[in-house]
């Protein structure tokens, strides 16, 4: 397992990511004091989230898991998911998040990404992946 100052190491290195990649887009892009998120991008609040590894969770496909804390999900706007591993980033609206269960006794929600390096048969797994549509889509974060 990773341990907990590598894991916050991690994650403000993917803040840092997110932060450059936004600029470069030429986003108004600020970081965020309050420890609920991490970035204003555009006006919007954003929490950047990352994973190194995909996981088997005794399904048979492979995931990547980003955990969403509850009062993150009340304020924030998007969450950015960063594969770290792939340097791929996920620009998730959070009306998108798709939840398996109702928001019960102040818990969070989770996203899990498919890893689509992993095969079932002839299809890839990420064809039904839910969060496909959001892979690169900085466009999300533009102000009109």
């Known amino acids: ?28 892009v600020k970081p965020n004091c309050n ?8 006006g919007y609040i954003v929490d950047v989230k ?13 995931y990547y898991h980003f955990a969403i804390k509850s009062p993150q999900l009340k304020i924030c706007d998007f ?7 792939k340097n791929t980033f996920y620009v998730i609206p959070k009306g998108k998040i798709h939840r398996r269960k109702p928001l019960l006794n102040g818990k969070g929600a989770s996203i ?9 048969g002839k299809n ?5 992946d ?6 690169e889509a900085w466009n999300l974060l533009k102000r009109n």
Do not use: M, Q
């Open 124 to 128: 890839l797994y990420s064809e039904n």
């Open 35 to 42: 420890s609920t998120a991490d970035l204003w991008v555009n």
């Open 79 to 85: 969450f950015i998911c960063h594969i770290t591993s």
């Open 50 to 62: 990352s994973a190194k590894k995909s996981f088997h969770p005794g399904l048979v496909s492979k």
């Open 1 to 28: 397992r990773i341990k907990a100052a590598e894991t916050k190491s991690f994650g403000v290195r993917s803040e840092l990511d997110v932060f450059k990649k936004c600029e470069s887009l030429g986003f108004d």
């Open 112 to 120: 899990y990404i498919r890893d689509e390096t992993v095969k079932s």
């Open 130 to 135: 839910n969060y496909k549509p959001f892979k």
